[in-house]
């Protein structure tokens, strides 16, 4: 592949710009212990719950965005355990999440770096996300990096998920920006590499903290564990 600069990089957000396994499984912690105090649901017994509640309502709904709201989940779990009535309770422990998934959000080594590079080449950049649009907003304004990003899609908006081909197509028609002329970097094979790579020509960029299979090694152009690692390729494009 040559050393010519994207016109846009494209990103993933949850699990690609910081940890969102860190952040749901602290926000989760402090629902369970409310839970135990108020309720008294056993860690177990929550564990249980909320994995039902997911299930449930991913099926019920299907591929679409709501099918990852957490009030949903919680909703069904103070159903689940009787508990009447619930509404005051269903408001409080989803503001109890989100307040501690956003207090301990924090980007990734060499993101801003990495964001400052992509502002000093003057090359856009573009977030496409699963999940809520205002949720996904204001975990880019906690993150510290709003006024990096031109543009941000949410499956919320489009009705429908990656690796739909429309969330793609869409973000290089708001870039203006051409096939072929996009790096995207994400977490998932299947839903950020492949999709990108078919349906916009990208150059990919797969994120990993975890050890990964030849076989997904292999889908993408490149992997790597720090944002510094993109940030040298871009300047190295740039000599």
Same mark, same amino acid.
């Given at each position: 592949?040559?050393?010519?600069?994207?016109?846009?990089?494209?990103?993933?957000?949850?699990?690609?710009?910081?940890?969102?396994?860190?952040?749901?499984?602290?926000?989760?912690?402090?629902?369970?212990?409310?839970?135990?105090?108020?309720?008294?649901?056993?860690?177990?017994?929550?564990?249980?719950?909320? &994995?039902? +509640?997911?299930?449930?309502?991913?099926?019920?709904?299907?591929?679409? &965005?709501?099918?990852?709201?957490?009030?949903?989940?919680?909703?069904?779990?103070?159903?689940?355990?009787?508990?009447?009535?619930?509404?005051? *309770? +269903?408001?409080?422990?989803?503001?109890?999440?989100?307040?501690?998934?956003?207090?301990?959000?924090?980007?990734?080594?060499?993101?801003?770096?990495?964001?400052?590079?992509?502002?000093?080449?003057?090359?856009?950049?573009?977030?496409?996300?699963?999940?809520?649009?205002?949720?996904?907003?204001?975990?880019?304004?906690?993150?510290?990096?709003?006024?990096?990003?031109?543009?941000?899609?949410? &499956?919320?908006?489009?009705?429908?998920?990656?690796?739909?081909?429309?969330?793609?197509?869409?973000?290089?028609?708001?870039?203006?920006?051409?096939?072929?002329?996009?790096?995207?970097?994400?977490? &998932?094979?299947?839903?950020?590499?492949?999709? +990108?790579?078919?349906?916009?020509?990208?150059?990919?960029?797969?994120?990993?903290?975890? *050890?990964?299979?030849?076989?997904?090694?292999?889908? +993408?152009?490149?992997?790597?564990?720090?944002?510094?690692?993109?940030?040298?390729?871009?300047?190295?494009?740039?000599?």
């Amino acid at each position: 592949m040559n050393n010519t600069l994207p016109k846009a990089v494209i990103f993933d957000l949850d699990d690609t710009l910081y940890s969102y396994e860190l952040c749901h499984d602290l926000a989760l912690k402090k629902v369970q212990f409310k839970l135990k105090n108020e309720f008294g649901v056993s860690e177990n017994k929550f564990i249980q719950l909320y &994995s039902q +509640a997911n299930k449930e309502v991913k099926y019920n709904l299907g591929r679409v &965005s709501s099918s990852h709201n957490k009030f949903l989940y919680f909703k069904n779990i103070l159903e689940k355990i009787g508990f009447k009535p619930y509404v005051y *309770s +269903a408001l409080a422990i989803e503001e109890l999440y989100w307040q501690t998934f956003f207090d301990n959000i924090e980007p990734f080594k060499g993101l801003k770096e990495l964001f400052e590079t992509l502002r000093l080449l003057n090359i856009k950049s573009g977030i496409i996300t699963n999940f809520s649009a205002y949720h996904q907003f204001k975990k880019v304004v906690y993150l510290g990096i709003e006024d990096y990003i031109d543009h941000i899609i949410s &499956s919320e908006e489009l009705g429908c998920e990656k690796p739909q081909p429309k969330l793609f197509k869409d973000m290089i028609e708001i870039l203006d920006v051409s096939f072929g002329e996009i790096w995207m970097v994400g977490n &998932s094979v299947k839903e950020d590499i492949e999709p +990108a790579k078919e349906t916009i020509g990208a150059k990919t960029f797969l994120i990993s903290h975890k *050890s990964l299979q030849n076989s997904e090694k292999l889908k +993408a152009d490149f992997v790597f564990k720090d944002f510094n690692f993109i940030n040298k390729k871009l300047l190295k494009s740039n000599i």
